[in-house]
Nanobody, 122 residues
Framework: QVQLVESGGGLVQAGGTLRLSCAAS??????MGWFHQAPGKEREFVAA????????AYADSVKGRFTISRDHAKNTVYLQMNSLKPEDTAVYYC?????????????????WGQGTQVTVSS
């Protein structure tokens, strides 16, 4: 059974930090990503990382604040979020694709987690 399970969301004040985790089971993934979706908006790319961790990509809005990483031993991907802003408030989704290439479109990802809520208060 393929499964991606996110955790780590919550309520934090502006300027604070959170670390999201995505535990994968069912197979070894090649490229994994994080997306977010605010109420009434489209799901948007946040960050992605390839199998080796040597290639990453970030949305302009999070560059310098967020860091994506992965732990193969735990089959887990992390999103470290620093200097959080109210506009980062959204449901954050983990996604996976069975290819080596880091891509940023949601349609390029086949597997999705259930999402975890991140709320940043001003």
């Amino acid at each position: 059974q393929v499964q991606l399970v996110e955790s780590g969301g919550g309520l934090v004040q502006a300027g604070g930090t959170l670390r999201l985790s995505c535990a994968a089971s069912g197979r070894s993934w090649y490229t994994m990503g994080w997306f977010h979706q605010a109420p009434g908006k489209e799901r948007e790319f946040v960050a992605a990382i390839n199998w080796s961790g040597g290639s990453t990509a970030y949305a302009d809005s999070v560059k310098g604040r967020f860091t994506i990483s992965r732990d193969h031993a735990k089959n887990t991907v992390y999103l470290q979020m620093n200097s959080l802003k109210p506009e980062d408030t959204a449901v954050y989704y983990c996604a996976a694709r069975t290819d080596w290439v880091v891509l940023t479109r949601k349609d390029d990802y086949k597997y999705w987690g259930q999402g975890t809520q991140v709320t940043v208060s001003s």
